[in-house]
Nanobody, 124 residues
Framework: QVQLVESGGGLVQAGGSLSLSCAAS????????TGWFRQAPGKEREFVAA????????AYADSVKGRFTISRDNAKNTVYLQMNSLKPEDTAVYYC?????????????????WGQGTQVTVSS
């Protein structure tokens, strides 16, 4: 089993920045890829970004491309999401996820483990 714990959410004004972290523990050697998803009130959970074992294996949703950066520290078993130029529509609960099979998990079905989520609120 793998446990994921997110941190770093909060309240920020539009145009500001936030950085999220996701620390993995347990059988981390089984993880092939990690990702960030988000869920706004009344909406479905959606893909934000993904990162494989190599820094060359990254993917982003079009809505965050150029503003968000995903990175991973394999030595610390931690994945980060740097969010810049935040917009009110980025407001959501952000979830960290990990996959045992997919290098860049981009759908809910491709993820095997989930964190508890952290709230990000962007005020206008």
């Amino acid at each position: 089993q793998v446990q994921l714990v997110e941190s770093g959410g909060g309240l920020v004004q539009a145009g500001g920045s936030l950085s999220l972290s996701c620390a993995a523990s347990g059988r981390t050697s089984s993880i092939t890829g990690t990702g960030w998803f988000r869920q706004a009130p009344g909406k479905e959970r959606e893909f934000v970004a993904a990162h494989g074992l190599s820094r060359y294996y990254t993917a982003y949703a079009d809505s965050v491309k150029g503003r968000f950066t995903i990175s991973r520290d394999n030595a610390k078993n931690t994945v980060y999401l740097q969010m810049n130029s935040l917009k009110p529509e980025d407001t959501a609960v952000y979830y960290c996820a990990a996959s045992k099979n997919w290098v860049r998990p981009a759908t809910i079905a491709e993820c095997d483990y989930w964190g508890q989520g952290t709230q990000v609120t962007v005020s206008s």
